[in-house]
């Protein structure tokens, strides 16, 4: 019946733990003990009745009847008792049940022993009271069986391989099989069930896990008949507790469970014709309600619910004027009542100030009652009310009397009357862009819009401050505990405001305009109707706000025109191509010093005043501008002649202006007198060629000082060792014996002469900065500084310098930090001495400091007689731009700073022949140099 079911095994009581031992191939059951007994040992279970089992089973005592050797399978008995009796041994009778072998597939065709029980000699099975007692239990079990057989529910039962071995009458009635042709068989191939709501193998699973099973089963007779069965599987076990097979009870419950389905089937039909009714009921989108002739409630929608918030069972049978007088005030059971007595149809609006709602009722007359049907408004009539606001606001937006302020007050006035329980307020940012600026809060308290004036934006700044610092809306259902109000909630809490929500206001380009909050005095968050609202009140918001802040701009605009066109230099002109009129602006009339007259004047009196050598040229070039119709600037400078007679030098600039159809309309510029302006930059000219005379001639004395500090060295050191070393090399040829000590003398003195020579030429030209770069050119010069160990030098560079500037201008800070060592080391007695140099991005220059911490002197005393060395290093700074400043008092050391801008233009890095690279103390630097040793 169900064959995954587990097969026999022994009880706790028999053993510890079930053993199977499969009987060999050819039956042998000696060998099966022995393989027995070595599991036995294998387990660590050695004793039975305080003896050895190995003992056992090695032949001690005698058994009766002898152990045979093997049995064929096919005439296994059902039970093999030994009986085991020696000396030193208690009497025993040892049984052993042989029994089909399985696993986890089914049968494997073997069999196996199993089940092994040790009898005490009282209890000797094979005694005569026994079999006694065995045939008494046996007349026993048959009776019981012969009364199962006669009752009405079907039971049969299966060995352990479902094989069916017990078939009742009840069986054999309902399955329509004799129980002679039921025994036998297979039951899965006789019987075929379907269970209800799970599977065979479900079912197979549950009966092999718990050893029972109860549920509903569906037989399928062979002609396709459906019967229904209340089952209830369970094992069948001996006096000794050991599974020897299956049984199955079950009650034909079809009639039963028939009618049960016709029943649900009644049931059904009845709940579709309810949920008929209902369903038309409930697709009314309205509420309502159906009253009978004393106006008490006998129906009551789920809609009427809803907008009500009173359920069915609370309305139905009760008046409707006494338990829902906010729905049916004295003006709407009056409309009831005169519906009812006229049968007319009544309609009408209601608002509730409770609930702040708005009701649209029509009442139905009926031979039995009223039919009402009514529906929440409260949207609609708050959207018209909210436009009819909109409109007046708009309408006070166009008149330029009327202030920002007050505009934004009415606005937020009318929200607050429409919505109750709603407080609004404008805020928007000061000029730094920084902290909220109170714009309008008509429904706050004074005192808490006061407080919030001024705070701070930022990531965790309240609600409209988050607002405006991350440009979305910010939506906070409870100030008390959110995170965003940490450190502003208690002033909040201390007015009663409980939430807030905030709308950032945004221009056309992103930029936060202002902010619109709306508080409350309870913890809430909006509804999605409450957010459209506040969202189409924001965007008026927005409207107002740039409306009002383009209408100031313009009268800025204005008025810096006219204010610009007083101040300044430039004489304003504005040409109208058609009419050939001219607008000219204040600055005419004093520059030129003609008498003021009319603004406007023809083109010919500007042609006129044109100096009769320059007119041709100049309306040329005007006339050919406007016909190109560019959309550049026209300029021209000529010579125009002024109330005195007298032509002043201009500069006139303009540029087109054209209508929608892509034609010239209109022609705006400036004319400037720039007579002062040419003869400044002549002697600005004159003054800077004296200038350059002076810093070439500053570097002619430079070079000259080089070349005789060069002599100097050449004279002093060079050709002293040289010359020590030529008379070495003399006496080596005459003196045989001091031959070799001489020459080495020579060679250690052609060595130094080497290496002044090779300083000299350092000095001279800075290869490093050719081959390895500004910093790496320094740092090989502050290394050479160090080993002299005359002073100690440390050297700071911040930036990428090689990246941004032209060698001329490494060439040039090499010089300055060359020259000003030279200077500390001769002058100031210093120990220390720190470079700086440092690229600033944001200035776009290199800023190089040098500081010592010597004797330093007075800058102002020797302001006017500075040394050449102080002279070269403003010369190189001065040719490109740089500012030399010098910081130093007695006894406080000494600070050079020299500050270079960065030119990012190539052609301005160009420089001229006259800024080239100078060696120190101005020799060239632009002819080839030897290779670095």
Not at 22 to 36: H, P, Q, V
Not at 295 to 304: I, R, S
Request: aromatic fraction near 8%.
């Amino acid at each position: 019946m169900l064959s995954s079911a587990p097969k026999s095994v022994p009880t706790r009581e028999q053993f510890i733990q079930p053993y199977f031992i499969e009987i060999a191939s050819d039956g042998a059951i000696k060998a099966t003990c022995a393989r027995f007994a070595a599991l036995l040992k294998k387990r660590n279970i050695f004793l039975f009745l305080e003896k050895n089992i190995l003992e056992v089973f090695a032949g001690l005592g005698k058994l009766t009847p002898e152990l045979p050797d093997h049995f064929p399978k096919s005439t296994l008995p059902k039970l093999i008792d030994l009986s085991l009796s020696g000396p030193g041994t208690k009497p025993c009778l040892i049984r052993w049940i042989p029994t089909p072998a399985f696993t986890s597939e089914g049968e494997t065709g073997n069999w196996q022993l199993s089940g092994m029980k040790i009898y005490p000699n009282d209890s000797h099975p094979l005694t005569a009271d026994n079999r006694d007692h065995s045939r008494a239990a046996e007349d026993e079990l048959q009776y019981q069986a012969s009364l199962v057989r006669y009752v009405s529910d079907i039971i049969f039962t299966t060995d352990l391989q479902d094989q069916i071995i017990y078939w009742n009458k009840a069986a054999e009635k309902f399955y329509g099989i004799p129980a002679d042709q039921a025994i036998g068989r297979h039951f899965g191939q006789l019987v075929h069930y379907e269970y209800l709501d799970t599977t065979e193998e479900a079912v197979k699973k549950v009966f092999g896990e718990k050893g029972y099973w109860d549920g509903e089963a569906i037989y399928v007779s062979g002609d396709g008949k459906k019967s229904y069965l209340i089952s209830s599987i369970r094992y069948i076990r001996d006096n000794e507790e050991r599974i020897t097979g299956i049984m199955a009870v079950n009650k034909d419950i079809t009639e039963n469970k028939l009618a049960q389905q016709d029943r649900k089937k009644v049931e059904m039909q009845l709940r579709q014709y309810s949920e008929q009714i209902t369903n038309i009921l409930e697709s009314i989108t309205d509420g309502f309600f159906v009253l009978d002739s004393t106006f008490k409630v006998t129906l009551w929608n789920h809609e009427a619910e809803r907008i009500t918030h009173r359920s069915a069972m609370e309305m139905v049978g009760q008046s409707i004027r006494e338990s829902l007088p906010e729905l049916v005030d004295t003006d709407t059971y009056q409309s009831f009542r005169k519906a009812f007595s006229k049968k007319m149809t009544v309609t009408l609006e209601q608002y509730n100030e409770g609930f702040d709602r708005w009701l649209e009722m029509s009442v139905y007359p009926s031979a039995q009652g009223l039919f009402v049907y009514f529906k929440d408004v409260t949207v609609r009539k708050k959207q018209e009310m909210l436009l009819a606001l909109e409109k007046k606001v708009l309408e006070m937006n166009s008149r330029k009397k009327a202030s920002l302020r007050a505009i934004l007050n009415y606005f937020l006035k009318g929200i607050e009357k429409i919505f109750p329980g709603m407080s609004c307020c404008v805020l928007t940012l000061d000029s730094e862009r920084l902290c909220v600026k109170l714009l309008s809060a008509p429904g706050l308290p004074t005192i808490y819009a006061h407080a919030i004036d001024g705070l701070l934006i930022g990531p965790v700044a309240g609600s409209c401050g988050t607002a405006m610092f991350r440009k979305e809306k910010v939506i906070v259902s409870d100030i008390e505990t959110d995170p965003l109000w940490q450190g502003h909630e208690e002033l909040a809490l201390k007015f009663g405001l409980r939430a807030c929500w905030s709308f950032p206001i945004l221009d056309a380009k992103g930029d936060v305009l202002a902010a619109l909050a709306v508080y409350y005095t309870t913890s809430k968050s909006p509804t999605p109707v409450e957010l459209d609202i506040i969202e189409r009140a924001a965007n008026l918001v927005t409207i107002i706000i740039e409306s009002k802040r383009a209408e100031e701009e313009l009268s800025i605009s204005n008025e810096r025109y006219t204010l610009a066109t007083k101040a300044t230099n430039d004489a304003i002109w504005d040409l109208d191509i058609h009419t050939g009129l001219y607008f000219w602006g204040e600055g005419f009339y004093d520059q030129f010093g003609h008498k003021p007259g009319p603004k406007v004047r023809t083109r010919k009196f500007w042609e006129m005043h044109i100096h009769p050598e320059d007119r041709e040229r100049v309306l040329k070039n005007m006339n050919k501008f406007m016909r190109r119709k560019s959309k550049d600037l026209w300029l021209e400078e000529y010579r125009f002649k002024r109330s005195d007679a007298k032509y002043a030098l201009v500069s006139d600039r303009g540029f087109l202006i054209f209508g929608k159809d892509g034609k010239v309309i209109r022609m705006v510029g400036s004319l400037q007198d720039i007579t002062g302006k040419r003869e400044m930059e002549k002697r600005l000219l004159k003054q800077e060629l004296n200038k350059q005379k002076i810093i070439a001639q500053a570097m002619v004395d430079a070079q000259e000082k080089e070349r005789a500090e060069i002599g100097k060295e050449l004279h002093d050191n060079i050709n002293q060792i040289l010359s020590t070393t030529k008379l070495y090399l003399e006496l080596a040829k005459n003196d045989p014996k001091e031959r070799l000590d001489l020459i080495s003398r020579s060679a250690e003195n052609i060595h130094e002469a080497i290496h002044e020579i090779r300083n000299i030429s350092r000095s001279l030209v800075p290869a490093s900065i050719g081959d390895l770069g500004l910093q790496d050119s320094i740092a090989d010069l502050v290394e050479s500084v160090k080993t002299t160990r005359a002073i100690h030098v440390e050297f700071y560079p911040v930036g990428k310098f090689d990246e941004r500037i032209s060698d001329k201008e490494k060439l040039m800070l090499f010089r300055i930090i060359q020259e000003q060592i030279n200077n500390v080391l001769k002058h100031s007695g210093a120990r220390n001495l720190i470079i700086e140099l440092i690229l600033e991005e944001t200035e776009n220059r290199i800023e190089l400091n040098i500081t010592d911490d010597g004797k330093g002197f007075n800058p102002d005393k020797v302001k006017n007689k500075k040394g050449l060395g102080l002279s070269n290093i403003m010369s190189r700074a001065d040719l490109f731009g740089g500012k030399v400043t010098i910081m130093s008092s007695p006894g406080h050391g000494c600070k050079l700073r020299v500050q270079v801008p960065v030119q990012n233009d190539p052609e301005v890095r160009g420089l001229t022949k006259r800024s080239e690279g100078y060696g120190r103390g101005g020799a060239r630097t632009d002819a080839p140099t030897k290779a670095r040793h």
